[in-house]
């Protein structure tokens, strides 16, 4: 059976999309950071008081490398690519930031003495795939990295690059896993032992499990075994893959994260112990649904991680010059926002007079997952709605504007303006099956499944309703007629897949398909959780 709707329970963590965590304590306060990919802002840092309760506090970088992948160039793109799986690390006074981006194969290394930043950028000689960072007593520094074979490489001092004459070795090896081998590494030193977490698959099918090997030194023998095999009683959806962290009163919880369908794959905060020097997740193999957590911090109220804005604000004038960057770090939006790759901020504008955002086109293409300047926010579990006012009147012939659930298998609702007026139309991406694997080729046009004739009306309400549900993975598209709300076209499945490899997200959106200089212009945009 699945279901999540209980009351009173921890998990499952933020409800949205935040994979491959990684967390840290510094004092009395969490760090957790997240896969990112595509999204920019990128690297998103989150803060807690609890373990339970997240917001967001920094995003790592603006802009990664401006390739022309990154900025959506003609038909270039970088979905299911960009910075995957970051190692956060906070070693004497100084933050650390170690991710590689699959499609620079680049690994980077970022630097900041406050979590807030500024943020300082470089490179590490080679590529370490799901990297974790360890600062071991003797000042020398090692990454762990790899996929079926776990590799330890040690660093030099300044982190550059491989130490020459320093410690590369393989730590562990699994080879008998057709599904997935061990990665997801998260590497640590506790009690004098060190510790290497990974994640694999069963061997006799596709499933979700986290594991741990422990050894005396860095360069002896790692044994160990699976630790956890739990779905929550989630449609078969296991457990696994993240960091662990301790309390200052002592005690250990991990955080890893659960594949949840099409909204993406969520944190799960699980209670861990040691039973002499290896470490138990849960209780007899399990999370449970209720267990002690830290306390929360009296009074104080978490900025939610997603939410309404009616872009009258922004970090200009939002009279709080001292948390304006946690509050407005979108490039002066809302810190729930952000970009489908790298931005043009020159095509976009914010009126906060009059409460609208604004984007103008200047390159063709024909869908919506090509579209510069999308403006994002994840979806929520059990489900969420989101809706939008459209300005049309500045569109051109054949251009599109409106609101999409931004996935490869994408569905939208817009204007588009044509030689006889404007019409309201539903678009959607079918997926050809609701499986993991990336469906084949990269056509993303997509197909028309309802139309409406507007004739001179310009100015329209829409909504996207969606439902997560056991996997249900379902999205309803509508209009306001001024009377109310009337569906347009059919119920659009939804899918997580690895061509895009992220959660679906609202996208607020603008495209042109025969000539480039149209705007479409957008306010009071509201959004509500299930």
């Given at each position: 059976m699945c279901d999540w709707n209980k009351e009173n329970i921890v998990n499952p963590l933020t409800r949205m999309d935040y994979p491959d965590p990684d967390v840290i304590r510094v004092e009395d306060t969490y760090y957790m950071v997240s896969t990112t990919m595509h999204f920019m802002p990128g690297c998103e840092i989150l803060r807690s008081y609890d373990l339970k309760q997240w917001e967001h506090i920094s995003y790592v970088y603006d802009y990664l490398d401006g390739t022309p992948g990154q900025r959506l160039e003609g038909e270039a793109q970088i979905y299911g690519k960009g910075m995957w799986a970051a190692s956060l690390r906070f070693h004497k006074g100084t933050y650390y930031v170690?991710?590689?981006?699959?499609?620079?194969?680049?690994?980077?290394?970022?630097?900041?003495?406050?979590?807030?930043?500024?943020?300082r950028k470089s490179t590490i000689q080679g590529f370490y795939h799901d990297c974790s960072l360890l600062f071991d007593d003797d000042d020398r520094i090692y990454l762990a990295y790899g996929n079926t074979e776990i590799h330890i490489q040690e660093l030099k001092a300044d982190l550059s690059g491989p130490k020459e004459d320093g410690l590369h070795r393989i730590a562990v090896v699994d080879v008998q896993r057709p599904c997935l081998g061990y990665e997801g590494t998260h590497f640590y030193k506790i009690g004098g032992k060190y510790y290497l977490f990974f994640?694999?698959?069963?061997?006799?099918?596709?499933?979700?499990?986290?594991?741990?090997?422990?050894?005396?030194?860095?360069?002896?023998?790692?044994?160990?075994?699976?630790?956890?095999?739990?779905?929550?009683?989630?449609?078969?959806?296991?457990?696994?893959?993240?960091?662990?962290?301790?309390?200052?009163?002592?005690?250990?919880?991990?955080?890893?994260?659960?594949?949840?369908?099409?909204?993406?794959?969520?944190?799960?905060?699980?209670?861990?112990?040691?039973?002499?020097?290896?470490?138990?997740?849960?209780?007899?193999?399990?999370?449970?649904?209720?267990?002690?957590?830290?306390?929360?911090?009296?009074?104080?109220?978490?900025?939610?991680?997603a939410g309404s804005d009616d872009f009258r604000q922004n970090a200009d004038n939002c009279g709080l010059a001292e948390d304006a960057k946690r509050l407005y770090g979108c490039f002066g939006l809302k810190s729930c926002w952000q970009f489908n790759h790298e931005p043009d901020?020159?095509?976009?504008?914010?009126?906060t007079e009059k409460g609208t955002w604004r984007v103008t086109t200047d390159k063709l293409c024909d869908n919506v997952t090509q579209a510069k300047n999308t403006l994002t926010q994840r979806m929520t579990y059990p489900g969420c709605s989101a809706q939008v006012t459209v300005d049309g009147s500045l569109l051109k012939c054949g251009d599109y504007a409106g609101i999409c659930a931004l996935q490869g298998c994408y569905g939208m609702i817009g204007l588009t303006k044509e030689a006889d007026g404007y019409y309201l139309v539903m678009r959607g991406k079918a997926p050809e099956d609701v499986s993991l694997q990336a469906k084949g080729g990269t056509d993303y046009h997509g197909q028309e499944y309802g139309r409406v004739f507007l004739g001179?009306?310009?100015?329209?309400?829409?909504?996207?309703?969606?439902?997560?549900?056991?996997?249900?993975?379902?999205?309803?598209?509508?209009?306001?007629?001024?009377?109310?709300?009337?569906?347009?076209?059919?119920?659009?499945?939804?899918?997580?897949?690895?061509?895009?490899?992220?959660?679906?997200?609202?996208?607020?959106?603008?495209?042109?398909?025969?000539?480039?200089?149209?705007?479409?212009?957008?306010?009071?945009?509201?959004?509500?959780?299930?």
């Open positions: 170690i991710f590689v981006a699959n499609d620079t194969h680049t690994t980077y290394l970022y630097r900041a003495e406050d979590i807030r930043g500024p943020w994640i694999h698959s069963l061997k006799e099918r596709w499933r979700r499990v986290e594991a741990c090997f422990v050894a005396d030194s860095i360069e002896g023998e790692f044994t160990g075994k699976d630790v956890l095999n739990d779905d929550r009683g989630y449609c078969d959806q296991g457990v696994a893959q993240g960091g662990i962290v301790d309390t200052p009163d002592g005690r250990w919880y991990g955080i890893l994260f659960q594949d949840s369908g099409a909204v993406g794959r969520i944190p799960v905060l699980v209670p861990v112990h040691f039973e002499g020097d290896y470490p138990v997740f849960g209780i007899d193999g399990k999370v449970p649904v209720e267990f002690e957590t830290p306390k929360e911090r009296p009074g104080y109220s978490y900025t939610p991680l901020l020159s095509l976009t504008c914010q009126d001179t009306r310009a100015n329209v309400r829409l909504k996207i309703d969606i439902d997560f549900t056991n996997m249900k993975d379902e999205a309803h598209f509508y209009y306001h007629t001024g009377e109310g709300w009337t569906l347009l076209g059919n119920t659009h499945k939804l899918a997580f897949k690895l061509d895009h490899f992220t959660g679906c997200r609202f996208g607020l959106f603008v495209y042109a398909t025969k000539e480039t200089g149209g705007s479409g212009v957008f306010g009071d945009f509201r959004y509500e959780p299930a």
